[in-house]
């Protein structure tokens, strides 16, 4: 009674403090604390081997954290992990199924393991694989699927015992554009009809963008900026209006006295500008320009993608991070493995 | 103990893996073949044990061996399940591991027994004297042995991190359990060294109890071999049980 009322009263289905996962000398995770609202779908966005999933498979309780706590649903992850599992689902960024059994197997295996009740699991097997559209193959050997529809396979399975907190380590990586659009308007669909909470790390700006409502960037385990997307993207100054003219700093004179232009610089015979709501000032600015009888060829628009926000907050994009081999987790990890 | 129903579907898992490859199933029988209808009736030519025929000799330790390699193969299979993902899956369930480890004892126990009947069946179209009421307290004897050696698979298994180590556990490990067994050789009349090796070897025991039970033929009594066999049995569930509940993956 006083845990359940406790669950109730607390609106978050997630909360860690100070959790923090060496290995070795190695800090996977430094230090996180956060906040994940019920409902809510939030993004960890980080390059590959920043600690997403290390962080991830702490609160999932497969690994101990090194110190902090957290809880997942208003269970602790170190005292109460049989809690936490009854009302988590996983989808991990590597593929977990039984590639030997067929996708029915598979999900009966996961209902019977969520000790769901006989009937219950007919049923929303059957839900869940019309739901990633794989009816037609429930009976088939999971060995003859194709990439996507094992994700999907196992999006299904995540979702089988409905879930209070669904995971999703990656959840479209390597996948076809197709597939992938497929997946997130599952994810949308999931958070809209059900209400469950979404964590998902990816390492792609757009679909971070597209599908969450808060993103924690998060490098080298640390948890650089948390908010709502929109915020990240204000947080930058606004949109960024390119204007191609032959008299730019004429121009930059002119517009350099408007209050709500931010920074303005020339190059190149271009003009940059920094203003809010860049698509409602236009018209203005080209109004002032036609009154100094300045010619401009034209103007455009870039709105702040969560990869400025990124380069903003780590100094550099989330390519350049990936292109370094040696800071990827994983090759750190397994190289120390190596070496004892 | 809330955990009967995952017990029963991890261990119809393994019946339902095993039954799909058919190849493991006519691979795990090869080699036992040749050495029974070869080795067994090349050597009964010239050779004759307890004065019995040498293939009634081989018979039950050929039947070790079978259950042995089955069962060691079935616990070892756990670094298969972790290659491809799938231990993770068991491991975030809320599941405890003990039954997790007590279901794919059972189900590969239950796979190297179906494995040990068709020896059998083998070995008696050879022409190994063995009755048929003694047959069915083989089996539940094969079974006992088999949850032994795959909870040492998985023991094994919970320490490695891929199957390269797997020959090493085959050569270092599962080939000299079976030469030292009795399997091939009386033991009474080997050499000191060997003698005292094979005290500390389970499979001892196995070929001896199956050997007292097929053929009626033993250097000691049943109730030592079991008794023996059983303290085996427990010791090596509860490593297994320790070791997986140990990994981190």
Known sequence: MGLAAKRTENGNAIETDGLTKKFGTLIAVDDVSLKIAKGEIFGLLGPNGAGKTTLISMLVTMRRPTSGHATVNGHDIQKEAAGVRESIGIVFQDPSLDEELTAYENLEL????????????????????????????????????????RRRLEIARGLLHCPDVLFLDEPTIGLDPQTRQHIWSYIKRMQEEHGITIVITTHYMDEADLLCDRVAIIDHGKIIALDRNSALKDSLGGDILAIETPCSDKLREAFGKLEWVGEAKCHDGRLTLRVTKGEQRIPKLM??????????????????????????????????????PNESLRARVASMRRSG | MSDLIPIYHIWRRELIRFSRSKSR?????????????????????????????????MAPG???????????????????????GFLKETMVAPVSRTSIVIGKALGGATTAVIQGMLMLGIA?????????????????????????FVSIGIAIASTMEDMHGFQLVMNFLVMPMFFLSGALFPL??????????????????????????LVGYSTMPIGMSSGILGIFLVLSVLLATWLFNRIES
């Open chain 1, 110 to 149: 996961h209902a019977a393991m969520y000790k769901m009740d006989r009937k219950e699991a007919e049923r929303r097997i059957s839900e869940v694989i019309k739901m990633v559209e794989l009816e037609d193959r429930l009976h088939h050997v999971v060995k003859t699927f194709s990439g996507g529809m």
């Open chain 1, 287 to 324: 109004e002032i320009a036609r009154k100094k009888g300045i010619e401009v060829s034209s103007v455009s628009l870039h709105k702040p993608t969560l990869d400025d926000v990124f380069l903003y907050y780590t100094g550099k994009t989330i390519r350049e991070e990936e292109a370094s």
């Open chain 2, 25 to 57: 199933i006519l691979g795990s029988l090869g080699m036992p073949f040749f050495f029974l209808a070869i080795i067994g009736t090349g050597l009964g030519s010239v050779v004759t044990v307890a004065n019995g025929s040498y293939l009634d000799f």
């Open chain 2, 62 to 84: 050929i039947l070790a061996m079978v259950v042995l390699f089955g069962s060691i193969f079935s616990g070892v299979l756990v670094i298969m399940d972790r290659q491809f």
């Open chain 2, 124 to 148: 008696m179209l050879l022409g190994a004297h063995i009755e048929m009421a003694d047959i069915l307290p083989a089996i539940a004897l094969m079974f006992m042995v088999s949850v032994m």
């Open chain 2, 188 to 213: 009474n009349t080997a050499p000191e060294p060997i003698r005292w090796l094979s005290y500390i070897d389970p499979m001892t025991y196995v070929v001896e109890a199956l050997r007292y039970l």
